[in-house]
């Protein structure tokens, strides 16, 4: 049974940082593309970034580049994303993702609020 477990949101100022994690279990980890989302109410999911399986290769949404930067292990089963110089538009619940035989696989997502 695949499982995604989001944690690290939370309360932080503009300008702060924290750090998303997303442990995994029920899959071969390694094998496969993990992505980070985020939705705001009434919005769609939005693609944040994406990670290869191998080699490492990140992608980034446009309102996030040089800010955000997500990384794995796949030694923990685990993809992080670290968020920097955060903004109040950031404030969205965050997921993480993977497809697995045509299936997509969610987290149950996790709260990032940026306000003073």
């Known amino acids: 049974q695949v499982q995604l477990v989001e944690s690290g949101g939370g309360l932080v100022q503009p300008g702060g940082s924290l750090r998303l994690s997303c442990a995994a279990s029920g899959f071969i980890f390694s094998r496969y593309v993990m992505n980070w989302y985020r939705q705001t109410p009434g919005e769609e999911r939005e693609l944040v970034a994406t990670i290869t399986s191998v080699g490492g290769g990140t992608s980034y949404a446009d309102s996030v580049k040089g800010r955000f930067t997500i990384s794995r292990d796949n030694a923990k089963n685990t993809v992080y994303l670290q968020m920097n110089s955060l903004k109040p538009e950031d404030t969205a619940v965050y997921y993480c993702?993977?497809?697995?035989?045509?299936?997509?696989?969610w987290g149950q997502g996790t709260q990032v609020t940026v306000s003073s």
């Open positions: 993702n993977c497809r697995i035989r045509g299936r997509s696989e």
